[in-house]
Structure formats: C-alpha cells, structure tokens
C-alpha cells in the first residue's frame, strides 16, 4: 500500500480490525488512535466510508471517517446514548410473524422509529401467513400500514409466498432485517440464498475456556446482488437515536400533517388545534399509530 490514502467501504468489524472493501480488493485495516478515540458513542462501524493509509510496508491503517448518510443505531434501556451499530444502508426491513410470535404493533412502531430516525428507507414483511388465521391478520396489519406509508409484504418460507417479493427488496441496494428473534429473519434470508451463514441473536456468548467470544458486524454481498448486514444487538432495541422534538418526523403518517399545529412547539399529545389530533380523528392517522407516538415520547 502507497502513502496515497484509498477510499473504501468498511464491510467487517471484529474486534479493532476492520475489513475494507476497495476497489483494490478488501484490506484489513486497524485505526489511528486519534479516531479510535473519537468517541465510545460514534465508534466506525460497518458500512461507514473510510480512507485507508499506511507507509508501504505498513498494516493499512483507516485515517480519516467520511459523513454518514444513513446510520443504525439503537438506545438500550440501560444507556441514556444511542450506538451506532451500521452505517449508509439504505433500508430498515422491519420483520413480524403473523403467529408463532404474535405481531406486536408497538415493537413494529418502534423498529420503523429506529428505521426513519436513522434517514433509511423503511419497509415491514410479515412471515408465516400460512399458518391459520394469518392471511387475515396479515391484511389487516398489511392494510393499516401501507395506509401509513409503508410499503409490506406478506412472506411464507414454508409455502414460497411473498418470496419474489422479498428477494426484490432484498437484492436491491442494502437492507438490514429487525425484528424480534423466532419471527423468520434467518429463515427468509435463507429461502433468498441458501447456505448463508448469520451469526446468531446471542451477544458476548462465552466460549468454553470462559472468555467473551469476538463479536463480528458484516456487511454481506448477496449471490443475487444487493447487501445485508449482519449485526448483533437488536435484543434491546430501544427507538434509536431520536429526540422528542424529532419524533413525529418518524412516523411516516404524522409528517403530512407536522408543521400544521397552533403551537410551534406541540408535542401531539393534547395541544388545542394540533393538527395530528385532528387527522387521528378524521382517521386519516390510526390510534394505534397515536398510541405507539405517546409511548415512544414518554420514554424520550
Ligand atoms: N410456519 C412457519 N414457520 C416459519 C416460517 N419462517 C420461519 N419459520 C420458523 O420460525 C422459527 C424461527 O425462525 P428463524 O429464521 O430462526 O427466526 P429469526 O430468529 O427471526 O432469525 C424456525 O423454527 C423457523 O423454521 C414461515 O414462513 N412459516
Ligand atoms: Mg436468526
Ligand atoms: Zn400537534
């Protein structure tokens, strides 16, 4: 490698090295000190655009991080800050299973936070629509959320159904599947390019001898084309990084009608002439939706 610093894409992280996708191939690359320490909270995460330098004969070292465009983050309930955990992907797929866990509407509000705080593009898929009843819940969930904006799609790794459909979204730009674990993500990612090894859910698993096993994030290049990432930490999925102020920006339902209140400052809760209370009267905006708002904001 020459003095010439190269641009590339951070496509692994494990442990301090970072794996680089250049157009001279992928490079191991570790990090200068004075990046390392540019914060706990904004670590240089999977997907973030970096410049690679070292002195010819030198390890490649990552010099400089560039701007993100999109980011993934996520609050845990025990963290007043948020962690980035991958960066410029382009879509959230927000993952429930019509049965075998049941849907929740509030975690499914909460991904879809998580997804438009971060600037991606948000998307929901509801899997097991075969198993009984869930052709008709999966249309009416289905219906309340392309209502909302979203765009859904209704999957079944068992009878094949949605399929096309998944692997369209999937195989185009990069995606990132949410949702609580036992809904499918692994199983669906599968049924689109089988044999495609994902980490489990489990974080900071023990191996044997005791010690913390070395938890990886990958950016993984699909056979079909488009990317996946693969990152451990969703367990405790908080809305991510959003402040109350910015919190109605994030439900894709709500934005129509923002900047439409009395007051400038209206949180949406209980302001005379708020103009989200009105369209959730008019049921232009579901209570549901309204609900999971207020849930989300007391918790901010
Ligand atoms: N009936 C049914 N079961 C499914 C479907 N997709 C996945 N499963 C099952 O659901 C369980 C959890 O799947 P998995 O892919 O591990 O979920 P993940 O935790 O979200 O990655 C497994 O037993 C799968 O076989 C589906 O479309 N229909
Ligand atoms: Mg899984
Ligand atoms: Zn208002």
């Known amino acids: 490698m020459s003095d010439r610093l190269v641009r590339g894409q951070v496509v692994e992280t494990v442990g301090g090295v970072y794996r680089v996708r250049t157009d001279a191939g992928t490079v191991a690359a570790s990090l ?3 990046i390392k320490h540019f914060g706990k909270r904004d670590r240089i995460v999977i997907g973030d655009y970096v410049e ?12 400089a991080a560039l701007p993100r465009r999109t980011r993934l983050s996520r609050r845990s309930s025990t963290s007043r800050f948020a962690k980035v955990l991958a960066a410029n992907l382009d879509r959230l797929l927000m993952v429930a299973s019509v049965a075998d866990p ?10 879809l936070v998580m997804g438009e705080a971060g600037g991606m593009e948000c998307g929901i898929v509801l899997n097991k629509v075969e198993l009984p009843g869930g052709r008709a819940l999966a249309d009416a969930l289905g219906a309340a959320y392309r209502k909302a904006g979203y765009q859904v799609v209704g999957t079944s790794v068992v009878t094949g159904e949605g399929i096309g459909a998944f692997r369209m979204l999937i195989h185009s730009g990069s995606s990132v599947l949410a949702g609580p674990s036992g809904v499918g993500k692994s199983s669906l990612l599968n049924a689109v390019e089988p044999g495609l090894a994902l980490r489990t859910q489990a974080v900071g698993r023990r191996s044997r001898a005791g010690r913390h096993t070395t938890v990886s994030s990958r950016l993984i290049t699909l ?48 302001e005379p002439g708020c103009a989200v209370l009105a369209a959730v009267e008019e049921g232009h905006i579901g209570h549901a939706r309204h609900r999971s708002y207020q849930t989300i904001l007391a918790e901010l």
Do not use: K
């Not at 049941?102 to 991904?111: L, N």
């Open 102 to 111: 049941p849907p929740s509407r509030s975690v499914i509000d909460r991904m």
């Open 52 to 63: 690679v330098g070292g002195a010819s004969g030198e390890a490649p070292v990552i010099e």
């Open 32 to 34: 200068r000190g004075r």
């Open 223 to 270: 056979a079909g084309g488009g990317e996946v990432a693969d990152t451990p930490g969703f367990s405790d999925a908080g809305p991510g990084d959003v402040s109350a102020r910015d919190l109605g920006r994030c439900f894709a339902d709500f934005r129509p009608h923002l900047g439409q209140c009395r007051f400038n400052d209206c949180v949406h809760i209980h």
